[in-house]
């Protein structure tokens, strides 16, 4: 998922109060059993030496530097060999931005069939199936967007929220410890952290 977009009619704060399902339990567990699996590596996809620079980047950067840093990872997963499919890709993020989620999701549906290996596309419509409330295919989403790219810490974010509105506070938590051994000092995910550790529901923004 990507944090740096903004929906205007919808609000992406989650609490441990909202509703779980078995589906979405399931499927949820099913992600913690993976990251237990994979290292906190990634040899294929497109890239891959400039990502490489910046994760080791991030294992100091703070202020200013991780923002900058952090954004540059965005952009080199938006980014593909192919010209027509980043092109897709941006048109599906607009769509996304503004709110228009059938037609975001259409482009995405399309882009996960043309390009399975390319995590970026798993990801995105992931955030379109967690904007919906489609919690257990925005979780397998997420499940493949962490196999190919074990790193994503937009992907482990936006799983943590989902954990937390459908009461898995352990998971989140499990969730949110991996994005910190990969982005230790991303904004607020620490605090978010140590308050589940201490049995405190924390709302994540």
Partial sequence: ??????????????TAES?????????????????????V??????RQEELEVCFNDLKSAQG????????????????????????????GIQFLS???LAQAEAIFDRLVAQYPAWAETWNKRATVYFLQNRDALSVADI???????PRHFGALGGFARICMRNGAAD????????????????????????????DTPPVLH
């Fill in 1 to 14: 998922m990507n944090a740096h977009i903004h929906l205007r009619a919808r609000s992406l704060t989650m």
């Fill in 19 to 39: 509703p779980s399902n078995d589906s979405v339990q399931a499927a949820i567990w099913k992600v913690i059993a993976l990251l237990g699996e994979l290292p």
């Fill in 41 to 46: 590596i990634t040899t294929a996809g497109h």
């Fill in 64 to 91: 200013e530097a991780l923002a900058v840093t952090e954004e540059h990872v965005w952009t080199l997963w938006c980014d593909h060999s192919s010209e027509e499919a980043k092109v897709i890709l941006a048109d």
């Fill in 98 to 100: 503004k709110g228009n």
């Fill in 143 to 149: 499940f493949r967007t962490l196999e190919l790219e």
């Fill in 171 to 198: 998971a989140a938590r499990q969730a949110l410890l991996r994005l910190l051994e990969i982005n230790p000092y991303a904004n607020g995910v620490a605090r978010a952290a140590a308050a589940l550790s201490d």
